[in-house]
């Protein structure tokens, strides 16, 4: 920051040490100037009544000089007035004696002016007064017997006084007067304790002043007798205007004594100088101290703003607590509070990249885990049967169920991040060359996950499906949630394991809008039925035929049954798709009949549609209409949500004379207990237990024991899938009842069924 950017105020201001320090200087300069006020004025005040003081005693005093120098010039005359030689002179008119007479007593006597005015209005003795003036002073002198006071000749001021002369009668009067002049003054100036000026102001008959110098001298002429504060040229002065007497009687004259107020305040400079030091050299010193208080005060305030700041920015930074008051408690609090923030921020981290049941990590964290990584694929296990062993055994179990499967996996992929991506599944990340390789990997750490795992004491025993996705530029969240369909994939394909599979998957979006697309080709036409024989080995003829659907979409093409038909159990289209295919099983039961087959139709129930007590209803109330003879394929697994309501419909589809066949039999889990309470007439081994047939010891053993069980329990055993003589053979040799697969026949249309009737035969 410049310099000049510091100097502005509300730069300057934004320290609170600035702040501080011009309040407390601030108030106290005001403080002092306040006191330095109170100090002048009362100074100044003191010094005015002084000189008050001072003036009016000076007044007393001058009334007495003037008192006394009257009664001397009185005397003085008078004297002279009885003289008998003067008298005479005077009755004489002898003007030579009369002037030497006077002359000689103003001398004798320092007497400035002396006269004789006659009877007859002369002057004698004084030659500088007017016709006028004389006139007026003889009127004067007439009026009284003895005149004193102030008298103007020739402009200038006198101390008069007159004494009359009688022989017997009066002659005359004799007139003394002392001038008022500078030097007469001065020596009464030079009486008084204070250096004061005096001057005398005389008035004209008709009362105007005669010499007054400036406005404010008179108004202090016209004035009370008081002293009185004077505005001169020179500066304030105080005044006092003392009457004097008119020689004439006329209009009084006044003595003015003034007195400067500069020269009164001089004796207190001094002080007032060193007041005024003492006050600057305070708020010198008190800003400097304020300034270092402030410091002290402020300090720590500006490492807890320090520290504030930091924090707003991520940074946490403790402030040391150097003192008990509440500045230090401010800074225990705050580092207290920061401290909180920063165990919150871990905590909110954690619970970012964790999950709260189980305290593994979660999909944010694996999917950062996973963006390090080349050739990285995400590997899911899921426990197969999730939901039902939660139910069962409680969501505190389930989360330690959890846990132990990342423990296991961990264990089986000690560098992984083991992260949980969904309520069933844990997944990790690993690096694989290629797809196979990735397969392989996922199905050892899915095998690692399975097995029996001791819960409080009790074992339960877990199944795994695992599925591997590959991340594919960088979209790692998707990766995420390919691992987990393709987990979906592989329970559907009835496999352990499964590499995520797109081109089954499809495009989510569209697959949503195939949905409507279903309800439209239903009603349009585009879905029909292929019908698959199914060969009945003791009759060796083909008895019975399953209804598959089949939808060939107007720009698509062929849609897998697996698809639509998955998807309409997930978007609850399921029965209509059902419903549909059931009315068009019993039309083309009729054709067939027509056509001189009298085979029993099997059709697909879907799991969802198991425990569905008004599908239930429509379905049997559609077959009972006419004399169709319906088998339906249940799988297993599907009646496994609700067994109860499972049960209790296929019990009410038997009692309705439709049979029932237990589809995809192998493929998943198999409770025997339930099975066996199952009232089915069938039961269909999945296509993946006959794979292996002819190759592997173990699954022709399976394959054996499995048609035994369905015997034991007085079903018909029907081997799906079946492609090869062989195979048909060895089944055959085994015991099983029927065959369905591509060695009979690949699913058809009716009118090609109806066309060509399948017969083939065995050869053994
Ligand atoms: P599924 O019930 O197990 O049907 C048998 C599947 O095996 C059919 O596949 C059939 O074409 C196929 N298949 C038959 N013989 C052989 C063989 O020798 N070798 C091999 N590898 N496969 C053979 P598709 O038609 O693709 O149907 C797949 C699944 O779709 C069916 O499995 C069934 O679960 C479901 N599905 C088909 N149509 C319907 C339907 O109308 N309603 C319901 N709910 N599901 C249906
Ligand atoms: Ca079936
Ligand atoms: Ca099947």
Not at 501 to 519: F, I
């Amino acid at each position: 920051m410049p310099l000049w950017a510091k100097l502005r105020p509300a730069a300057l201001f934004a320290r609170l040490s600035t702040k501080l320090t011009v309040l407390y200087a601030g108030l106290f300069g005001v403080g002092l100037v306040a006191i330095a006020l109170m100090v002048n004025t009362v100074i100044s005040a003191n010094a005015q009544r002084t000189v008050r003081d001072e003036l009016a005693a000076n007044g007393a005093v001058f009334d007495r000089i003037w008192a006394l120098q009257e009664k001397h010039l009185g005397d003085s005359a008078a004297i002279l007035a009885r003289d008998f030689g003067f008298r005479d002179a005077v009755a004489t008119r002898d003007v030579e004696t009369i002037l030497s007479a006077l002359d000689n007593l103003r001398g004798r006597l320092a007497i400035d002016r002396a006269f004789l005015m006659t009877m007859d209005g002369d002057v004698v003795g004084l030659d500088a007064l007017t016709d006028a003036e004389a006139d007026a002073l003889w009127v004067a002198l007439d009026a009284r017997e003895r005149a004193a006071g102030v008298l103007t000749i020739a402009g200038r001021p006198y101390q008069a006084v007159s004494a009359p002369i009688r022989a017997p009668d009066l002659i005359g009067w004799v007139v003394f007067a002392a001038e008022l002049n500078r030097a007469h003054l001065q020596s009464f100036e030079a009486l008084a304790a204070i250096p004061l000026r005096a001057d005398v102001f005389a008035r004209s008959a008709d009362g105007a002043w005669l010499n007054a110098s400036s406005a404010a001298v008179l108004e202090a002429l016209d004035a009370d007798v008081a002293p009185r504060t004077l505005r001169l040229a020179g500066g304030e002065a105080i005044a006092l205007a003392q009457p004097l007497r008119a020689f004439d009687g006329g209009p009084e004259s006044r003595l003015l004594l003034t007195y400067p107020l500069d020269r009164a305040l001089q004796a207190y400079r001094p002080l007032m100088g060193s007041l005024a030091a003492l006050g600057v050299f305070g708020v010198a010193l008190l800003a400097l101290a304020s300034w270092f208080l402030a410091s002290t005060v402020t300090k720590p305030i500006a490492a807890l703003d320090a520290a504030a700041r930091a924090l707003q920015q991520g940074k946490r930074m403790e402030v040391a607590t150097t003192t008990r008051d509440e500045i230090g408690r401010l800074a225990d609090t705050f580092n207290r509070m920061s401290h909180e923030i920063a165990a919150r921020e871990e905590r909110i981290t954690h619970m970012a990249m964790h999950d709260a049941d189980t305290g593994l990590a979660n999909r944010r964290a694996l999917a950062g885990a996973l963006g390090a990584m080349e050739n990285a694929y995400v590997v899911a296990v899921a426990i197969d049967r999730f939901a039902p062993i939660r139910d069962a055994i409680g969501y505190r179990l389930a989360a330690e169920l959890l846990r132990r499967l990342g423990a296991r996996l961990q264990a089986a992929a000690p560098a992984g991040v083991i992260a949980r991506i969904g309520p069933d599944a844990l997944a990790l990340a690993i690096a694989c060359g290629d797809e196979a390789d990735a397969l392989a990997c996922a199905e050892r750490l899915r095998a690692a996950a399975a097995g029996a795992t001791r819960l409080d004491g009790a074992n339960v025993d877990i199944e795994t499906t695992a599925g591997a996705a590959p991340v594919e530029s960088g979209a790692t969240q998707a990766a995420l949630d390919h691992a987990l369909i393709a987990i979906e994939q592989a329970r559907q394909a009835r496999r352990r394991t499964a590499l995520f599979d797109k081109s089954l998957y499809g495009d989510p979006a569209r697959n949503l809008s195939l949905m409507s697309e279903m309800l439209d080709g239903i009603t349009r036409g585009d879905l029909t039925l292929h019908y698959q024989p199914k060969y009945d080995l003791r009759r060796g003829a083909v008895t019975g035929v399953e209804a598959l659907a089949r939808w060939t979409h107007a720009t698509r093409g062929g849609v897998s049954p697996d698809l639509f038909v998955t998807m309409a159990e997930e978007t609850g289209h399921i029965d209509t798709l059902t419903e549909w295919t059931l009315v068009r099983a019993i039309a083309d039961q009729n054709v067939m009949r027509a056509a001189g087959l009298d085979y029993l139709v099997s059709v697909n129930l879907s799991g969802r549609l198991v425990g569905d007590d008004a599908f239930t209803k429509l379905a049997i109330e559609l077959i009972q209409d006419t004399d169709a003879r319906i088998c339906l394929e249940v799988t297993e697994t599907a009646a496994m949500d609700d067994p109860e309501a499972a049960l209790r419909n296929i019990e009410a589809y038997v009692a309705a004379g439709v049979s029932i066949a237990i589809d995809d039999f192998g493929a998943g889990l198999s409770s025997l207990s339930y099975l066996k309470r199952i009232p089915a007439a069938e039961l269909k081994m999945d296509k993946s237990l006959i794979k292996n047939l002819g190759r592997n010891a173990r699954d022709a053993l399976l394959v054996k024991s499995t048609i035994d069980l369905a015997h034991a329990l007085g079903m018909k055993i029907t081997a799906e899938g079946v492609e090869t003589q062989a195979e048909l053979a060895l089944l055959a040799s085994m015991g099983c009842d029927m065959i369905q697969g591509y060695v009979i026949a690949r699913p058809a249309p009716v009118q090609t069924l109806a066309a060509a009737p399948q017969r083939a035969t065995l050869r053994t």
